[in-house]
């Protein structure tokens, strides 16, 4: 299916760049166990494929994940068997338990469109932890931090096949527009051509905070992360 194949895509492309999911998911996990050192379950929230729940599987004694996109959930079945994975849109979504630790990884949570949706989410991820529970959320940039317009461009080589990546990025209307063309040369399938358009909102550091601790968690926010967007950490109360 195309979608299934932009989403292995995807994940390969990022891989190929050098973007370590384990180093990452390892690095969740001493976070984690700084804040809660009995933590032995863990929800991760819009896990896409499933590349960060390959490391952290190993890391605590149950994991699952929770993604809106039915295609990079058929891929996160493939790679994760046994799993549970849940098709659900982070906003609003009951699985009927608790969790020692939530994440939401790679700035997914730019995805959400407004600060009563940013709220919902956050009140979604703390009916879903344990009191004392932990919170990781990765944010897309802040207004400040954002570029008016942005183009990028990578290859790719890996395993017979070819993917390159230009992009398109401008501000509009308090989010950054993404536009994304994905080619691909495949020694099999030959040639291919893949294409997004996604809005990511540009929420201040001070809206992140407030959503926290109207959700019930004292936060933290920590400089630097995967990629340099800084890293969201709260705790239930």
């Known amino acids: 299916m195309y979608e299934d194949d932009l989403a292995e895509v995807y994940a390969t492309y990022y891989e190929g760049l050098g ?3 384990a180093t990452e998911a390892a690095r969740l996990r001493v976070l984690v166990e700084q804040l809660k050192p009995d933590a032995s379950s863990l ?4 896990c896409g494929s499933g590349e960060h729940l390959r490391g952290l599987r190993e890391l605590f004694d149950h994991v699952e994940g929770l993604e809106l ?19 659900a849109d982070m906003r609003r979504f009951d699985l009927g338990r608790r969790f020692d630790a939530v994440t939401c990884m790679f700035s997914s949570i730019g995805h ?15 009916r879903h932890l344990v009191p004392g529970g932990v919170v ?5 940039w802040f207004p400040e ?17 070819t993917i390159t990546r230009v992009s398109h990025s401008v501000r509009e209307n308090g989010a950054t527009r993404v536009r994304v063309h994905f080619a691909v040369a495949d020694l099999q399938a030959g040639l291919h051509h893949f294409s997004e ?3 990511l909102t540009l929420f201040s550091r001070e809206t992140y905070e407030q959503a926290f601790v109207d959700a019930g968690f004292a936060v933290e926010f920590v400089e630097g992360g995967p990629l340099g967007r800084g890293l969201f950490v709260g ?3």
Request: aromatic residues 8%; charged residues 25%; positive net charge.
């Open 19 to 21: 973007k370590s999911y």
């Open 43 to 46: 929800l991760d929230s819009a």
């Open 69 to 87: 996109s039915e295609a990079m959930l058929r891929v996160a079945r493939r790679n994760l068997p046994g799993v549970p994975l849940h098709h």
């Open 112 to 126: 959400v469109a407004t600060p009563a949706e940013l709220n919902a989410t956050l009140a979604c991820f703390a």
């Open 136 to 140: 990781a959320v990765e944010p897309w």
């Open 145 to 161: 931090n954002a570029v008016e317009r942005w183009v990028a461009g990578d290859a790719v080589h890996r395993d017979g096949r």
């Open 197 to 199: 358009d996604y809005r």
């Open 235 to 237: 705790v239930r109360k």
